[in-house]
Antibody, heavy 116, light 107 residues
Framework: QVQLQQSGAELVRPGASVTLSCKAS????????MHWVKQTPVHGLEWIGA????????AYNQKFKGKATLTADRSSNTAYMELRSLTSEDSAVYYCTRWLLCFDYWGQGTTLTVSS | DIQMTQTTSSLSASLGDRVTISCSASQGISNYLNWYQQKPDGTVKLLIY???SLHSGVPSRFSGSGSGTDYSLTISNLEPEDIATYYC?????????FGGGTKLEIK
């Protein structure tokens, strides 16, 4: 069965960077794009961007360019999202989700808290 | 960006009721509209894709319809496990965008 297992909750200092991971299983990793979605009470669900694990090609929401960098490791079937120059505005739950004309499977979410 | 509006942020209904949740796009999206369910523990699941196609394993009491800018999700015969927040999402144009969500509660 398809599973997307995300890394655990993070507490990081303002100004730091963090890398979140999403390990895929139950399907061929390179057959589907992996997308990332941010959820906050204020802004709701926001699409961050996507990566094609086959080619490494990426697409980003303009709002998150410079904030997020997406990568994928085909050898471990894992997608990564690095977030840099963190502020309190980056505190959120982040989801990875598989895409084929819809987000058909989602990870359980990673809670990121940015605080000193 | 295409704005997705779910005008009803919360909805209360009784078990067995038929419930309709609406979603409106700021421009036509040619039926490129999906619906998701988010449970209180944060778990997100796909319900409906391309306006009206039921995702595998989703109960048939869920259905979707719409065209142009206006879309809806209907749950017939409401069951306790349907307590959740429901989101629409358009994929007509990047960036993909979501509605603000409709929280469904049981009376």
């Amino acid at each position: 069965q398809v599973q997307l297992q995300q890394s655990g909750a993070e507490l990081v200092r303002p100004g730091a960077s963090v890398t979140l991971s999403c390990k895929a299983s139950g399907y061929t990793f390179t057959d589907y794009e992996m997308h990332w979605v941010k959820q906050t009470p204020v802004h709701g669900l926001e699409w961050i961007g996507a990566i094609d694990p086959e080619t490494g090609g990426t697409a980003y929401n303009q709002k998150f360019k410079g904030k997020a960098t997406l990568t994928a490791d085909r050898s471990s079937n894992t997608a990564y999202m690095e977030l840099r120059s963190l502020t309190s505005e980056d505190s959120a739950v982040y989801y990875c989700t598989r895409w084929l004309l819809c987000f058909d499977y989602w990870g359980q979410g990673t809670t990121l808290t940015v605080s000193s | 960006d295409i704005q997705m509006t779910q005008t009803t942020s919360s909805l209360s209904a009784s078990l067995g009721d038929r419930v309709t949740i609406s979603c409106s796009a700021s421009q036509g999206i040619s039926n490129y509209l999906n619906w998701y369910q988010q449970k209180p523990d944060g778990t997100v699941k796909l319900l409906i894709y391309y306006t009206s196609s039921l995702h595998s394993g989703v109960p048939s009491r869920f259905s979707g319809s719409g065209s142009g800018t206006d879309y809806s999700l209907t749950i017939s015969n409401l069951e306790p496990e349907d307590i959740a927040t429901y989101y629409c999402q358009q994929y007509s144009k990047l960036p993909y965008t979501f509605g603000g969500g409709t929280k469904l509660e049981i009376k």
